[in-house]
């Protein structure tokens, strides 16, 4: 099975820019899908972005459509989640996840979750 960790998280202005990646152990990495999702205190995890087996596609949620990009290098077993012009209502703890399935956008399509990483944008 996969074991995921995630990393570059940090406290950023408005406007600016960071790299999350999401490093996987085990050679099964290409076997799944991968999603990130992000959490803010007191509201239920969100679905940000997904990225099938081999990266040819990806799917966003409207908030961050236009400003965050995923991405993966399976020779590396690393997703990543590059996001630009933040907003102080991206503050939350991101996390990433894979998944067997399909386009998925809901928590319970994921049976591997990484431990977060808190993202802080001031305004």
């Known amino acids: 099975q996969v074991q995921l960790v995630e990393s570059g998280g940090g406290l950023v202005q408005a406007g600016g820019s960071l790299r999350l990646s999401c490093t996987a152990s085990?050679?099964?990495?290409?076997?799944?899908?991968m999603g990130w999702f992000r959490q803010a205190p007191g509201k239920q995890r969100e679905f940000v972005a997904y990225?099938?087996?081999?990266?040819?596609?990806?799917y966003y949620a409207d908030s961050v459509k236009g400003r965050f990009t995923i991405s993966r290098d399976n020779g590396k077993n690393t997703v990543y989640l590059q996001m630009n012009s933040l907003k102080a209502e991206d503050t939350a703890v991101y996390y990433c996840?894979?998944?067997?399935?399909?386009?998925?956008?809901?928590?319970?399509?994921?049976?591997?979750w990484g431990q977060g990483t808190q993202v802080t944008v001031s305004s």
């Open positions: 990225i099938t087996r081999g990266g040819s596609n990806t």
């Open positions: 085990g050679r099964t990495f290409s076997n799944y899908a």
């Open positions: 996840a894979a998944t067997s399935a399909g386009i998925a956008t809901i928590p319970s399509s994921y049976a591997r």
